[in-house]
């Protein structure tokens, strides 16, 4: 946390925070309790002046813990910090506004809580990172997310917007059809381009920016059952935000296009864009909203879904899998050819199903005996197709790196295979495809996957400059933390190392700062990677041998869950503080980094500066007792 930590240590020095509040903490003073400051933007109470001195503080008892109440001169309500847990640590934090709670939050060691009350909303914000930013919403209005909607363009933060999306778990739980999955995925992951869009066509705007009201039409609910929807569907056709722009001293809107109502919050699933005063009023088409398709195409769609109800599951064998996607690109290509190039719209959703069509016919062909070439003769057909009628990209590119991509895995997968031949082959054609298509979808694919290989062959200086050039293209992309994350890692010899997080099984918090003026091992480890278990048994040699000398071993867990990390450790025990954070090799431990591969070994100094990133663990011993002298 930041302001509301700081102000913490401010305070802690009345054991206000971490004593035992109903017995051991002396009484904190108005001024002590209003050092504090809400970590988020909300109006509350706050007396000045003289009026501090008439505010009166009392000891309350809640249903756990205790904590402190702030009165002001007139007995109104101002402050209440307590204990929710019986800890003795102070951990949920309460402002008023004429004696009315607006604001409170909660701290925790698994995530921080943001809540908005009364007259200020009913918004509910998750920090599951503890960095005083929003990840996710567990509760807004409509009205409210389109105020976060405008902040995020104020300052150009698409993280902020982001929050505000429903998720990959959100849609899949929606269980809508085929079609209208696809088209929902697929305006998803064009929000990024558009956002940066928008922003370049707005300019600047000031933090003065006044948000005035949001104007919807009454919502729209299609019931479950109709068109194939499995539970009601309610959600905003279109929604507009009108706005005071303080630079111009007009009043503007965005669009937010369509808000979708997900329990108690509302999501959107595309990026703003500005209003075109010219522009006719839309109609929303009720098919988008249930899912209806075409008398013609609904006997496909039906064929569709009852092929996906009985898709093999991962444990099937290649030839199910391989039998299965050519039927599914089967029905995918005859739908595609319902649409009409000569029309936009159609042509559009064309290509939204013909990319499903590659990723099929891409699965079908890494399932294949090596001598069946049904499936890579069909991709490499399409392919030349699409390049015949839209060169420049589209659906077309898709194919292209689909099929290269599935040409290398093959190539890769052959017993007698030269890999170092390969992968230099392999470099050259993706350079080639970034090129060729810098603004294609699998663009960042491509670039990461530079930045990768290029490191797994000595180039480093070549993954950075790849790295760097995803970073500038792809700003807001999902790629984007773990490219920022590498070009960290690969300049980080000689800096100070930044590594915090929740200790795996207890919830403790960590951070490498509390071990400087010792060496320390950074070891990155997960259960699936088949070497930690025989590098634990050197670790643990290690530490038993120069602990003493003040050696200090930090393993960071990229597991997707810490039950699969415990659950490897009671058979593979391992010395050291074990770090971790759900969500594998996506976690924030891994991005901070760029952590891709496993096992990574850190040696960092006593002056907490990384002497090597790239220290084998061969060689750890020689370079620990070369560090402690």
Same mark, same amino acid.
């Not at 013609?296 to 391989?322: G, H």
């Not at 292209?400 to 230099?424: C, G, H, I, N, R």
């Not at 040699?541 to 597991?559: F, M, P, W, Y």
């Given at each position: 946390?930041?302001?509301?930590?700081?102000?913490?240590?401010?305070?802690?020095?009345?054991?206000?925070?971490?004593?035992?509040?109903?017995?051991?903490?002396?009484?904190?003073?108005?001024?002590?309790?209003?050092?504090?400051?809400?970590?988020?933007?909300?109006?509350?109470?706050?007396?000045?002046?003289?009026?501090?001195?008439?505010?009166?503080?009392?000891?309350?008892?809640?249903?756990?813990?205790?904590?402190?109440?702030?009165?002001?001169?007139?007995?109104?309500?101002?402050?209440?910090?307590?204990?929710?847990?019986?800890?003795?640590?102070?951990?949920?934090?309460?402002?008023?506004?004429?004696?009315?709670?607006?604001?409170?939050?909660?701290?925790?060691?698994?995530?921080?809580?943001?809540?908005?009350?009364?007259?200020?909303?009913?918004?509910?914000?998750?920090?599951?990172?503890?960095?005083?930013?929003?990840?996710?919403?567990?509760?807004?209005?409509?009205?409210?997310?389109?105020?976060?909607?405008?902040?995020?363009?104020?300052?150009?933060?698409?993280?902020?917007?982001?929050?505000?999306?429903?998720?990959?778990?959100?849609?899949?739980?929606?269980?809508?059809?085929?079609?209208?999955?696809?088209?929902?995925?697929?305006?998803?992951?064009?929000?990024?381009?558009?956002?940066?869009?928008?922003?370049?066509?707005?300019?600047?705007?000031?933090?003065?920016?006044?948000?005035?009201?949001?104007?919807?039409?009454?919502?729209?609910?299609?019931?479950?059952?109709?068109?194939?929807?499995?539970?009601?569907?309610?959600?905003?056709?279109?929604?507009?935000?009108?706005?005071?722009?303080?630079?111009?001293?007009?009043?503007?809107?965005?669009?937010?296009?369509?808000?979708?109502?997900?329990?108690?919050?509302?999501?959107?699933?595309?990026?703003?864009?500005?209003?075109?005063?010219?522009?006719?009023?839309?109609?929303?088409?009720?098919?988008?909203?249930?899912?209806?398709?075409?008398?013609?195409?609904?006997?496909?769609?039906?064929?569709?879904?009852?092929?996906?109800?009985?898709?093999?599951?991962?444990?099937?064998?290649?030839?199910?899998?391989?039998? &299965?996607?050519?039927?599914?690109?089967?029905?995918?290509?005859?739908?595609?050819?319902?649409?009409?190039?000569?029309?936009?719209?159609?042509?559009?959703?064309?290509?939204?199903?013909?990319?499903?069509?590659?990723?099929?016919?891409?699965?079908?062909?890494?399932?294949?005996?090596?001598?069946?070439?049904?499936?890579?003769?069909?991709?490499?057909?399409?392919?030349?197709?699409?390049?015949?009628?839209?060169?420049?990209?589209?659906?077309?590119?898709?194919?292209?790196?689909?099929?290269?991509?599935?040409? &290398?895995?093959?190539?890769?997968?052959?017993?007698?295979?030269?890999?170092?031949?390969?992968?230099?082959?392999?470099?050259?054609?993706?350079?080639?495809?970034?090129?060729? &298509?810098?603004?294609?979808?699998?663009?960042?694919?491509?670039?990461?996957?530079?930045?990768?290989?290029?490191?797994?062959?000595?180039?480093?200086?070549?993954?950075?400059?790849?790295?760097?050039?995803?970073?500038?293209?792809?700003?807001?992309?999902?790629?984007?933390?773990?490219?920022?994350?590498?070009?960290?890692?690969?300049?980080?010899?000689?800096?100070?190392?930044?590594?915090?997080?929740?200790?795996?099984?207890?919830?403790?918090?960590?951070?490498?700062?509390?071990?400087?003026?010792?060496?320390?091992?950074?070891? &990155?480890?997960?259960?699936?990677?088949?070497?930690?278990?025989?590098?634990?048994?050197?670790?643990?040699?290690?530490?038993?041998?120069?602990?003493?000398?003040?050696?200090?071993?930090?393993?960071?867990?990229?597991?997707?869950?810490?039950?699969?990390?415990?659950?490897?450790?009671?058979?593979?025990?391992?010395?050291?503080?074990?770090?971790?954070?759900?969500?594998?090799?996506?976690?924030?431990?891994?991005?901070?980094?760029?952590?891709?591969?496993?096992?990574?070994?850190?040696?960092?100094?006593?002056?907490?500066?990384?002497?090597?990133?790239?220290?084998?663990?061969?060689?750890?011993?020689?370079?620990?007792?070369?560090?402690?002298?």
């Amino acid at each position: 946390m930041a302001k509301a930590r700081t102000g913490a240590a401010v305070v802690a020095s009345c054991a206000l925070l971490y004593g035992a509040l109903a017995q051991a903490a002396p009484q904190p003073s108005a001024a002590d309790m209003l050092k504090f400051r809400p970590k988020q933007d909300v109006v509350f109470s706050t007396p000045t002046g003289g009026d501090i001195d008439a505010c009166k503080i009392e000891l309350i008892k809640m249903q756990r813990g205790s904590g402190w109440l702030m009165r002001d001169g007139k007995g109104q309500v101002l402050r209440r910090f307590f204990d929710t847990t019986g800890s003795g640590k102070t951990d949920a934090w309460c402002y008023y506004l004429n004696g009315v709670e607006v604001y409170r939050e909660i701290y925790s060691d698994k995530g921080d809580q943001y809540r908005w009350l009364n007259s200020a909303g009913m918004k509910w914000g998750i920090d599951a990172n503890r960095d005083g930013k929003i990840d996710n919403w567990r509760m807004i209005s409509a009205e409210e997310v389109s105020q976060e909607v405008l902040q995020a363009v104020v300052k150009k933060d698409f993280a902020r917007l982001q929050a505000l999306m429903m998720t990959e778990a959100e849609l899949k739980a929606l269980e809508l059809p085929a079609a209208e999955f696809a088209r929902v995925r697929d305006v998803q992951k064009g929000s990024p381009a558009k956002f940066q869009q928008t922003l370049a066509k707005l300019g600047s705007l000031g933090d003065k920016v006044r948000w005035i009201h949001l104007e919807t039409p009454a919502p729209q609910c299609a019931p479950a059952e109709a068109n194939g929807l499995k539970q009601d569907l309610v959600k905003y056709a279109q929604a507009t935000v009108t706005y005071l722009n303080d630079g111009t001293g007009k009043t503007e809107e965005l669009q937010l296009g369509e808000v979708f109502q997900i329990g108690s919050a509302w999501r959107l699933i595309d990026a703003p864009t500005p209003a075109d005063p010219n522009a006719p009023e839309k109609v929303d088409d009720p098919e988008r909203l249930t899912g209806t398709v075409s008398k013609e195409l609904q006997p496909l769609m039906d064929k569709l879904e009852k092929l996906d109800k009985v898709q093999p599951s991962q444990a099937s064998a290649p030839a199910d899998m391989a039998k &299965y996607n050519l039927s599914r690109a089967d029905i995918l290509e005859q739908i595609a050819a319902s649409f009409k190039l000569d029309k936009a719209e159609d042509k559009e959703q064309r290509e939204q199903w013909l990319k499903q069509v590659a990723d099929c016919l891409a699965a079908a062909a890494q399932n294949s005996d090596k001598d069946n070439k049904v499936a890579i003769t069909r991709l490499t057909a399409w392919k030349e197709k699409l390049l015949k009628e839209q060169p420049s990209g589209g659906a077309a590119s898709h194919f292209v790196f689909t099929e290269m991509s599935v040409d &290398y895995s093959t190539k890769l997968s052959e017993p007698k295979a030269d890999v170092s031949k390969l992968q230099k082959d392999w470099l050259e054609r993706l350079a080639k495809f970034v090129q060729d &298509y810098p603004k294609a979808d699998d663009a960042p694919d491509g670039l990461m996957q530079l930045g990768m290989i290029s490191e797994l062959v000595g180039e480093e200086e070549k993954a950075k400059k790849w790295y760097e050039l995803l970073l500038k293209d792809f700003p807001s992309h999902t790629h984007a933390a773990m490219a920022r994350g590498a070009v960290s890692r690969l300049t980080l010899d000689g800096k100070e190392i930044a590594l915090t997080g929740s200790v795996l099984g207890g919830g403790a918090s960590f951070d490498i700062k509390t071990l400087k003026g010792k060496v320390v091992a950074v070891y &990155y480890w997960a259960s699936w990677n088949q070497q930690c278990a025989q590098d634990f048994t050197k670790l643990k040699a290690l530490q038993t041998s120069l602990g003493a000398k003040g050696l200090e071993i930090v393993c960071v867990n990229l597991d997707n869950t810490g039950a699969e990390a415990t659950a490897f450790l009671q058979k593979s025990p391992a010395p050291g503080t074990h770090v971790h954070e759900d969500g594998g090799l996506n976690s924030k431990l891994a991005e901070t980094y760029g952590i891709r591969v496993l096992p990574t070994l850190f040696l960092v100094g006593k002056d907490g500066k990384v002497i090597s990133r790239t220290v084998q663990i061969n060689a750890l011993e020689d370079e620990v007792n070369k560090a402690m002298k």
